[in-house]
């Protein structure tokens, strides 16, 4: 899985590419992974529940 993220990822980016750049387009597109699979898995907030939280900040 991570191997084929890493290509996925860079194989869209130039080649001039920092390693920063690099490491942040695979930190994005794990992040956006791990919340889609989230809602798969129906561990979400509600909007209600999401403001409640808010109020405690």
Known sequence: MIRELI???T???SE???FKEIMDA???QLKIEQGLNAVENGDVL???EVLEELKKW
């Open 11 to 13: 194989s869209n980016m």
């Open 26 to 28: 695979i930190y994005m």
């Open 16 to 18: 001039t590419a920092t």
């Open 46 to 48: 509600t909007e209600e």
């Open 7 to 9: 290509l996925e990822v």
